[in-house]
Every structure is written in C-alpha cells, then in structure tokens.
C-alpha cells in the first residue's frame, strides 16, 4: 500500500483546508485510516483515525470540534477537513494505515501554515 498527501498549504487563522490521502493498493477492511502531524521541534502527534470498514472516527482533544475525518471507499481516499485553524495547527500533516496496532504505512506529508 502507497499512501499519497496532499492539499496543504498557507492560510490565515480562522480558515479552511482539507487535506487528502489517496491509497494505491488494496486497503482492507481490518485497517484504520489516521491523520498525524509533526510541528517544527516536537513529536509527532496523533490528530484523527477512522475506521476503513465501518467509518468509526476518533479525534485528539486539540482538534475535536474543528476537524472532520472522512473516508471515500470507492475512491480509497480518506480526508481530513480542518475548519476554524489556529496557528498551532501548523505542522506537516502525514497520512498512515494502521494494521494491528502497528503503522507498516505512510505518506509522505503535506505541509500546513496557519499564519496569525
């Protein structure tokens, strides 16, 4: 499985995106889908997962409220619509298929600024 992110990019405090991640290969059902991100100097940090299978989601507390993941089976794209950005939301957002508890797959980051 090859994940590809993207649709990052610069915007104002207050604002909109929607990031992207598109899975070459199959994805099957026992897979969780997550959003993670990784600002300058710090860890990465888990943002939103949802389930392939049955659409179930999760959220950090940081985000909840402002953030929606989604999926598009047929599409095998998962997005995450970040509403109402902060500038501690810049960070590169990568996209990852869980398996197992373990994370075999990733993709390659976008990056996101929220200026202030």
């Known amino acids: 499985v090859q994940l590809q992110a993207y649709g990052g990019g610069l915007v104002q405090a207050g604002g909109s995106l929607r990031l992207s991640c598109v899975a070459s290969?199959?994805?099957?059902?026992?897979?969780?889908m997550a959003w993670f991100r990784q600002a300058p100097g710090k860890e990465r940090e888990y943002v939103a997962t949802?389930?392939?299978?049955?659409?179930?989601?999760s959220y950090a507390e940081s985000v909840k409220g402002r953030f929606t993941i989604s999926r598009d089976n047929a599409k095998n794209t998962v997005y995450l619509q970040m509403n109402s950005l902060k500038p501690e939301d810049t960070a590169v957002y990568y996209c990852?298929?869980?398996?197992?508890?373990?994370?075999?797959?990733w993709g390659q980051g976008t990056q996101v600024t929220v200026s202030s």
């Open positions: 949802i389930s392939w299978s049955s659409g179930l989601t």
């Open positions: 290969g199959r994805i099957f059902d026992a897979y969780v």
């Open positions: 990852g298929a869980r398996l197992g508890g373990q994370y075999p797959y």
